[in-house]
């Protein structure tokens, strides 16, 4: 009786313990879809400042091929900002396919947190301590006297900066929209088969 007993307590205990991973897995915060280099789901930025930081971010991927996305979110909790930064840059895929050049801007606004996360291929242009160093010296002060559209600038800014010294492939050339060389290529296989 006693052995039995014992086998539906570990029972019971294990299926507690299924249950709170459940909803504690339920209770992350979702990944929004990316659907612009700018998401601020804090309603912080004006729609001309998300503009305008929206517009430059397209032109310095245009330009040199590298991502970066920034992230508004309330909070990030019960996750720490380091595994939800993780989450996004997984589920956005920010950068080239096989480069690995993307950079996550993430700023938790109510947990008062800031994240910079760095694809592998740019590592060596923006480690952890210059990141680190990014966000105390350049975005925090910023935020501090309540200027976040200021702060997202100038660390954007700085980030390029960092990525501009790094040598990287040059973007891909965008494709022939009119037939140009792409159709007239085909069409030179499709004779010779």
């Known amino acids: 009786m006693t052995l039995l007993r014992g086998f539906w307590r570990c029972w019971l205990t294990a299926l507690l313990l299924c249950g709170l991973a459940a909803s504690a897995q339920a209770a992350l915060v979702p990944v929004p879809a990316l ?3 700018v998401t601020d789901l804090t309603g912080t930025l004006t729609p001309e400042q998300t503009a305008a930081l929206d517009q430059e971010l397209r032109a310095f991927a245009a330009q040199k091929g590298s991502q970066i996305a920034v992230l508004m979110v ?3 909790a019960p996750e720490a900002i ?5 989450r996004v840059t997984d589920a956005w895929k920010l950068g080239r396919k096989g480069r690995d050049d993307g950079v996550l801007l993430l700023v938790a606004k109510d947990d008062r947190a800031l994240r910079i996360e760095v694809g592998y291929g740019l590592e060596g242009a923006i480690p952890d ?6 966000i105390a010296e350049v975005i925090t002060s910023q935020f501090k006297q309540g200027d976040y559209f200021g702060g997202l600038q100038a660390g954007v800014q700085q980030i390029m900066k960092l990525i501009d010294g790094e040598k990287l492939p040059p973007p891909r050339a965008a494709a022939h929209p009119e037939g140009g060389m792409a159709s007239t290529q085909t069409a030179f296989f499709l004779l010779i088969a």
């Open 35 to 37: 659907t612009a280099p």
């Open 74 to 76: 309330p909070s990030t």
């Open 82 to 86: 380091e595994q939800y930064s993780i």
């Open 129 to 134: 301590a210059i990141a680190k160093r990014l």
